[in-house]
């Protein structure tokens, strides 16, 4: 766990989250400031500063359970996307390793 990371302190549950997943390596919640009607970040138990500091098998095992959670949600059929954003110029702002899984309507491309 990282010093002042809110997303380890999630993760630990130390700050409260509305979850919709969790299991020993991961955690997924409702983003508080939701992009679209389904919303959730994928957030791994162990602190990693983005995706380029992840072990990549352990990004692999957050993918791996992507359709289950997009399921759970009711968006698995219609699509979803996914976001990593990484970096100051990739729009990160939280820098703990995270997944946005959003869904529920149509969404637009390019993002921005
Ligand atoms: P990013 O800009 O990719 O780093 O995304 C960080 C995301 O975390 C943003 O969409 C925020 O709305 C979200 N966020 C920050 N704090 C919380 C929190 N306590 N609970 C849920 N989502 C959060």
């Known amino acids: ?54 072990a990549p098998e352990l990004v692999a095992y957050m993918l791996s359970k992507v359709k289950e959670i997009a399921a759970s949600l009711g968006v698995a059929e219609k699509g979803f996307r996914l976001v990593i954003n990484t970096g100051d110029e990739g729009g990160q702002t939280v820098k703990h390793l995270h997944i946005h899984l959003i869904g529920g309507k149509a969404l637009g491309w390019p993002p921005c």
């Open 1 to 54: 766990m990282a010093e002042d990371c809110i997303f380890c302190k999630i993760a630990k549950g130390d700050i409260p989250s509305s979850k919709v997943y969790e299991d020993e390596k991961m955690i997924a919640f409702k983003d508080l400031a939701p992009a679209a009607p389904v919303h959730v970040l994928l957030v791994p138990k162990t602190h990693a500063q983005d995706v380029t500091e992840a």
